[in-house]
């Protein structure tokens, strides 16, 4: 038996997840702590999706800021707990993504694991994505392997659904691999367009989106990008899906109400995951969802409306809170690192083979 810590901040950048588990036969979530994402930073991280002046620079003073606030994070959750870094074998963490761009052989996440380690003095595990495009990977999602380890003894033709800034699916089937891909936009359209218009972070519960009306034409535009038509392994990120991307769309478009412009991003998350789903695992028998958009009770009746023959649920209905599901998989990537067990998945990725994951920083 072992303790890890794993860190997650998202494509979201609403804040750092912090969990940590034990990790025995089977991983077990015993605690947590949210970090709330300072507004400045947020902003200093979004800037760099893109390219800027002084980047190199920029890059390097946001990583250390986000480093020091996840220090200060995991010993708030290890005094919380009664634990001293001596009890820890490791930091899992994930870093912020700025650039992924696995078709040009690059993927980047900023977090400075060396200053992490030397803050917290626990070894830390970090760069899980790079192995895998060394590979010839996606280096995204990482996850299936764990939703493997969690759910596969549920011994039903299973998908498990991670709404973030974008959306993934792991689809668990008996004597079969493992198989999973990015959906699409998540909740990264939703959250830009309405705080373009409204000042929001997010739209809570989606009531914003239950207010409009879908648009077809505006659907039908947003569904036509490539990246829809393609078949997994693939993985996207913010340099396909933006407020540009989706602005460019709304200029050859009659003007639309605002809120109905939030009903049709929601509706494109929605049919962009079920058609996914349906071109890649005939029969789904139960839909787990897990992150930002389990708590999104709109989102959540689309998905059950667009695939009315499995039960869709949060993985909540199976003891696995949906919001500390990604901050364990990175928890339990570390256990694996520092065990040489791999946790990439070629069917997954499209790796030549299958890799130990992630680069370790000792305390």
Not at 49 to 74: K, Q, T, V
Not at 85 to 97: D, E, K, P, V
Request: proline residues 5%; glycine residues 10%; aromatic residues 6%.
């Amino acid at each position: 038996m072992a303790l890890y810590l794993g860190v997650m901040s998202g494509t979201s950048l609403d804040g750092l997840d912090i969990a940590l588990i034990e990790q025995g036969e089977q991983p077990e979530l015993l605690a947590t702590h949210y970090v709330p994402m300072p507004s400045d930073l947020r902003q200093a991280l979004l800037s760099l999706c893109s390219s800027g002046p002084d980047e190199i620079a920029r890059a390097a003073l946001a990583e250390n800021r986000w480093a020091s606030l996840a220090a200060e994070g995991i010993q708030r959750l290890l005094a919380n707990q009664g634990l001293q870094a001596g009890n820890i074998r490791a930091i899992g963490s994930h870093g912020q993504t700025i650039r992924h761009e696995p078709a040009k052989g690059f993927t980047v996440q900023i977090g400075n694991p060396a200053l992490l380690a030397e803050l917290t003095n626990i070894s830390v595990v970090a760069d899980f994505r790079r192995r895998d495009v060394a590979a010839g990977g996606q280096g995204a999602p990482l996850v299936p392997a764990f939703h493997e380890t969690l759910f596969s003894h549920l011994g039903k033709r299973l998908a498990i659904l991670n709404v973030g800034g974008f959306s993934n699916l792991s689809l668990i089937e008996q004597d079969n691999p493992v198989q999973g891909f990015d959906c699409g936009p998540g909740n990264v359209l939703l959250d830009a367009w309405i705080e373009h218009k409204r000042g929001h972070t997010y739209d809570a519960d989606g009531a914003w989106a239950a207010s409009g009306v879908v648009q077809p034409d505006l659907l039908n535009a947003l569904s036509s990008d490539p990246f829809f038509a393609g078949s997994g392994p693939k993985s996207t990120g913010r340099e396909v899906f933006n407020l540009p991307w989706l602005n460019s769309h709304l200029a050859r478009l009659p003007a639309y109400r605002d809120e109905d412009v939030q009903a049709t991003l929601l509706e494109l998350t929605a049919r962009s995951i079920i058609d996914a789903l349906l071109s890649a695992q005939l029969g789904t028998e139960a839909l787990l969802v897990c992150g930002g958009g389990a708590r999104n009770g709109r989102l959540m009746a689309r998905l059950a409306a667009l695939l009315p023959n499995a039960q869709v649920a949060s993985t909540g209905a199976h003891g696995i809170d949906p919001d500390w599901v990604e901050a364990m998989a990175f928890a339990w990537l570390a256990h694996c690192c520092l065990e040489g067990i791999a946790a990439n998945r070629p069917s997954v990725t499209a790796a030549k083979g299958l890799r130990v994951l992630g680069a370790i920083y000792p305390a």
